[in-house]
């Protein structure tokens, strides 16, 4: 198969032919129609995130079965699926009782192994990891659910308990943040957008943001404070400064739930705590979605309440994935890449 391979962290990444992956007995083998190019990827490309080299990454992919292991009961060739980026093992009590994201045996396609920029991607335990795409729903759009868009829904719904006429502050206005503005929006929420890059805010504001607000131009938590504090807050981002400033902007009882990745001596930001006691904040995490819980998400999407392909900003080929990804060492780049691998069945 043709892959997006990298020898060496770091090194620009080039497109080869590699050996085909083996099938799992009980996962599939996905033939990749279209797959994402998430920061997530970034991380792993330049060593935060410690990937074996040789290396193939990428991790939000949709595409058609290709194989079926022989312990697969519930997929057969040809089916329209996606798969979340953190795949359970099916065997342990979290993936019993549908909590596959936190899976003490999780694999990662695209960081435990080879993932899916390239035409084939594996799948394990796939009775319980895979995910039928509605008819309705093109493969780029679906490519776009797989990290962003599925993490941003989780954060919102199962961590953050966001309820209509709630008041939420997304911090950062990449592909998360503007994914967690659209389904906000979508669930009734009122929301502030915070984002130091301009053309970021502007799409903020296009994606149903009521007020949107510089970080460098004014104090943050104390304007939204002044607003009456928000019910919940997500740093989409991810730093120390943004974190904190994120926890300090909540109302009493408020939660705050961290979805951009906090790594090496990023990773234990100093959180007001005095705060979170004195007035019980809740101070959550959001790591993908199980594929239990996707059948909400693809209801809203069908509904015509959310659209993912609207995230899309730039659609290229495996090639210009690797050109996306080297990009993202430098500011301005906003919404999500998709390369579509198979233009004809990717609209």
Same mark, same amino acid.
């Given at each position: ?39 997530? $990827? ?22 058609? !079965? &290709? ?13 329209? !699926? ?28 695209? %960081? ?26 093109? %493969? ?30 997304? %911090? ?34 296009? %994606? ?10 004014? $104090? ?20 120390? &400064? ?16 961290? !979805? ?88």
């Amino acid at each position: 198969m043709r892959a997006l391979v990298y020898d060496e962290l770091g090194a620009p990444p080039a497109v080869r032919d590699v050996p085909d992956p083996d099938c799992p007995s009980a996962g599939v083998i996905i033939r990749v129609a279209a797959t994402g190019v998430c920061r997530s $990827d970034w991380h792993a490309w330049q060593g935060h995130d410690p990937v074996r080299l040789p290396h193939v990454g990428g991790h939000e992919f949709a595409g058609v !079965v &290709a194989a079926v292991g022989d312990r697969v009961r519930r997929w057969t060739v040809g089916d329209r !699926v996606t798969a979340p980026f953190v795949n359970g093992c099916g065997r342990c009590a979290y993936c019993a009782a549908g909590q596959a994201q936190v899976c003490p045996e999780q694999t990662q396609p695209g %960081f435990t192994g080879w993932g899916s920029f390239a035409e084939l991607v594996p799948v394990v335990a796939a009775d319980l990891n895979l995910v039928r795409l509605p008819d309705a729903l093109g %493969f780029a759009a679906a490519a776009a659910l797989g990290c962003r868009f599925a993490t941003a829904y989780h954060a919102l719904t199962a961590q953050g308990g966001l309820a209509a006429g709630q008041l939420v502050a997304v %911090f950062g206005c990449g592909g998360a943040g503007l994914s967690a503005i659209m389904i906000a929006r979508a669930l009734g929420a009122r929301v502030i957008a915070v984002d130091p890059a301009a053309a970021a805010r502007e799409l903020a504001a296009g %994606f149903g943001a009521e007020t949107i607000m510089d970080p460098a131009a004014l $104090d943050v938590p104390k304007s939204i404070m002044e607003l009456g504090g928000a019910d919940l807050t997500l740093d989409c981002a991810g730093s120390p &400064a943004v974190a904190v400033a994120a926890v300090s902007s909540l109302r009493r009882r408020g939660r705050h739930v961290q !979805v951009g990745l906090l790594l090496g001596d990023q990773a234990t930001p100093p959180l007001p705590m005095d705060r979170v006691i004195a007035w019980e904040l809740a101070v959550l995490g959001s790591h993908g979605m199980p594929a239990a819980d996707y059948p909400a998400m693809l209801e809203l999407i069908t509904s015509g309440a959310v659209d993912p392909g609207k995230l899309i900003m730039n659609r290229t080929d495996l090639a210009g994935a690797g050109d996306a990804l080297q990009a993202m060492d430098r500011p301005g780049s906003q919404g999500i890449t998709v390369a579509v691998l198979s233009p004809s069945t990717a609209p």
